[in-house]
């Protein structure tokens, strides 16, 4: 057996664990379908071992989540949906699975089958926006988020009106307006002077 896995964890913003898993390769950063999200901050995924064997990897993973205990079953603070050391890598798949994960990959590519998730899930997005208390806990989360120092100055910085280039196009624009507005006022005095 190679030594070529890893245990990760990503922490929270108070350093404290959320989710542990095991990989090899760039599996740290990938995603890990819907349910859990990769920190904003990459320096919130920690490399806990390295160079392990697949085996010493899945121990060392079971062993963690027994420590830091499981939310879904009221153990502890991690997300993790299972005792851990039960990954796929490895796995070998049937003809028939193969086929049926290619053709469920092959819908998801699909540009009308996008757009009719897409329109659903806008339709559900749309209508959980117009209960009032949600509405208002999305109000107080993106005040929360705009007054973040960081964001504030990337606002700052990003803002339009103190890049050159745009406040050039703004005076071109009121310029032009300006031309058209005093073209029309000439050919009305025109009309009516004859």
Known sequence: MTNEYYVYLYLREDATPYYVGKGKD?????????????????????????????????????????????????????????????????????????AKMSQNNAMKNNPEVRAKVSAKAKVRQTARMSIPEVRAKHSEKMKEVANRPEVKAKISQNNGMKRPEVRDAIREYHRKKKEAKQASANTLTKFFSE
């Open 26 to 98: 760039n599996r740290a950063f990938q995603k890990h379908g819907k349910r859990l999200k990769l920190p904003s901050d990459k320096s919130r995924i920690v490399f806990y071992a390295e160079n392990l064997t697949e085996d010493e990897a899945f121990a060392l993973e079971k062993e963690l989540i027994a420590k830091y205990g499981r939310k879904d079953n009221g153990t502890g603070i991690l997300r993790n949906l299972t005792d851990g050391g039960d990954g796929t890598s490895g796995a070998i798949f049937s003809d028939e699975s193969r």
